[in-house]
Protein backbone atom coordinates (compact mmCIF):
# COMPACT_ATOMS: atom_id res chain seq x y z
CA UNK A 1 0.00 0.00 0.00
CA UNK A 2 2.54 2.20 0.87
CA UNK A 3 4.78 1.58 -2.21
CA UNK A 4 1.72 2.35 -4.47
CA UNK A 5 1.19 5.72 -2.62
CA UNK A 6 4.70 6.74 -3.36
CA UNK A 7 4.07 5.83 -7.09
CA UNK A 8 0.98 7.64 -7.31
CA UNK A 9 2.45 10.95 -5.70
CA UNK A 10 5.80 10.42 -8.09
CA UNK A 11 3.36 10.16 -10.85
CA UNK A 12 1.63 13.70 -9.90
CA UNK A 13 4.28 14.96 -9.59
CA UNK A 14 5.54 14.66 -12.87
CA UNK A 15 2.38 15.61 -14.11
CA UNK A 16 2.91 18.69 -12.63
CA UNK A 17 6.29 19.24 -14.39
CA UNK A 18 5.06 18.72 -17.77
CA UNK A 19 1.88 20.69 -17.01
CA UNK A 20 4.07 23.32 -16.22
CA UNK A 21 6.40 22.96 -19.18
CA UNK A 22 3.60 23.21 -21.53
CA UNK A 23 1.45 26.10 -19.80
CA UNK A 24 5.09 27.93 -19.68
CA UNK A 25 5.16 27.11 -23.75
CA UNK A 26 1.79 28.03 -24.32
CA UNK A 27 2.66 31.73 -22.67
CA UNK A 28 5.33 32.06 -24.01
CA UNK A 29 4.04 31.23 -27.42
CA UNK A 30 1.38 34.16 -26.69
CA UNK A 31 3.49 37.18 -25.13
CA UNK A 32 6.14 36.24 -28.63
CA UNK A 33 3.03 37.00 -30.98
CA UNK A 34 1.95 39.84 -29.14
CA UNK A 35 5.13 41.22 -29.24
CA UNK A 36 6.05 40.29 -33.17
CA UNK A 37 2.95 42.44 -34.03
CA UNK A 38 3.55 45.26 -31.66
CA UNK A 39 7.26 44.77 -33.20
CA UNK A 40 6.31 45.14 -36.79
CA UNK A 41 3.97 48.34 -36.09
CA UNK A 42 6.61 50.14 -34.25
CA UNK A 43 9.27 49.49 -37.27
CA UNK A 44 6.54 50.20 -39.74
CA UNK A 45 5.71 53.51 -37.76
CA UNK A 46 9.28 54.65 -36.81
CA UNK A 47 11.77 53.42 -40.18
CA UNK A 48 13.75 51.37 -38.02
CA UNK A 49 16.67 49.44 -40.34
CA UNK A 50 16.17 46.01 -41.74
CA UNK A 51 19.40 45.12 -39.89
CA UNK A 52 17.60 45.73 -35.94
CA UNK A 53 14.60 43.44 -36.72
CA UNK A 54 16.80 40.07 -36.25
CA UNK A 55 18.02 41.73 -33.28
CA UNK A 56 14.44 42.66 -32.17
CA UNK A 57 13.62 39.15 -32.94
CA UNK A 58 15.95 37.76 -30.21
CA UNK A 59 14.69 40.54 -27.70
CA UNK A 60 10.98 39.32 -28.23
CA UNK A 61 12.30 35.49 -28.06
CA UNK A 62 13.88 35.51 -24.82
CA UNK A 63 11.14 38.15 -22.84
CA UNK A 64 8.77 35.63 -24.20
CA UNK A 65 10.87 32.67 -22.46
CA UNK A 66 11.39 34.78 -19.26
CA UNK A 67 7.70 35.59 -19.15
CA UNK A 68 6.35 31.79 -19.67
CA UNK A 69 8.86 30.27 -17.51
CA UNK A 70 8.13 33.33 -14.55
CA UNK A 71 4.51 32.99 -14.71
CA UNK A 72 4.12 29.15 -15.14
CA UNK A 73 7.28 27.23 -12.70
CA UNK A 74 5.98 27.12 -9.52
CA UNK A 75 7.30 23.60 -8.16
CA UNK A 76 10.31 24.40 -6.03
CA UNK A 77 13.26 22.26 -7.94
CA UNK A 78 15.09 22.08 -11.14
CA UNK A 79 14.45 25.43 -12.21
CA UNK A 80 17.09 25.07 -14.59
CA UNK A 81 16.02 21.99 -16.30
CA UNK A 82 12.39 22.93 -16.73
CA UNK A 83 13.90 26.01 -18.07
CA UNK A 84 15.86 24.71 -20.67
CA UNK A 85 13.93 22.04 -21.91
CA UNK A 86 10.66 25.09 -22.03
CA UNK A 87 13.11 27.39 -23.82
CA UNK A 88 14.28 24.23 -26.72
CA UNK A 89 10.64 23.81 -27.03
CA UNK A 90 9.69 27.08 -27.11
CA UNK A 91 12.01 27.72 -30.40
CA UNK A 92 10.94 24.87 -32.00
CA UNK A 93 7.15 25.53 -31.23
CA UNK A 94 7.30 29.40 -32.34
CA UNK A 95 9.63 28.45 -35.38
CA UNK A 96 6.27 26.00 -36.55
CA UNK A 97 3.80 28.50 -35.79
CA UNK A 98 5.72 31.77 -37.71
CA UNK A 99 6.98 29.35 -40.64
CA UNK A 100 3.46 27.77 -41.23
CA UNK A 101 1.80 32.21 -41.27
CA UNK A 102 4.69 33.03 -43.22
CA UNK A 103 4.63 29.48 -45.34
CA UNK A 104 8.26 29.16 -45.59
CA UNK A 105 10.48 26.71 -43.75
CA UNK A 106 14.13 26.88 -44.16
CA UNK A 107 16.25 24.97 -41.65
CA UNK A 108 19.95 25.75 -41.30
CA UNK A 109 22.66 27.37 -38.90
CA UNK A 110 19.81 30.61 -37.45
CA UNK A 111 17.78 27.64 -36.24
CA UNK A 112 20.58 25.80 -33.45
CA UNK A 113 21.54 29.66 -32.58
CA UNK A 114 18.02 29.87 -31.25
CA UNK A 115 18.23 26.45 -29.73
CA UNK A 116 21.03 27.29 -27.91
CA UNK A 117 19.64 31.20 -27.19
CA UNK A 118 16.17 29.72 -25.61
CA UNK A 119 17.75 26.78 -23.26
CA UNK A 120 20.17 29.50 -22.32
CA UNK A 121 17.00 32.05 -21.71
CA UNK A 122 15.53 29.03 -20.39
CA UNK A 123 18.07 28.00 -18.11
CA UNK A 124 18.66 31.26 -16.39
CA UNK A 125 14.75 32.07 -15.98
CA UNK A 126 13.79 28.68 -14.70
CA UNK A 127 16.83 29.50 -12.25
CA UNK A 128 15.00 32.91 -11.60
CA UNK A 129 11.49 31.24 -10.92
CA UNK A 130 12.57 29.18 -8.81
CA UNK A 131 14.59 30.92 -6.73
CA UNK A 132 11.63 33.85 -6.04
CA UNK A 133 9.25 31.54 -5.21
CA UNK A 134 11.30 29.60 -2.77
CA UNK A 135 11.76 33.49 -1.26
CA UNK A 136 8.15 34.54 -1.02
Given at each position: ??????????????????????????????????????????????????????????????????????????????G????????F???????????????????????????????????I???????????N
Amino acid sequence: MRARQKREHKEQKDRGYVFEVVKANIIALIVALVGVLLSALIVKWCNIPDKAIPIINQVIKTVAVFAGILISLKKPTNGWLRGMITGFIFVWLSYLVFSLLDMNFSFGLHLLNDSVLGMVAGMISGIIAVNIRRKN
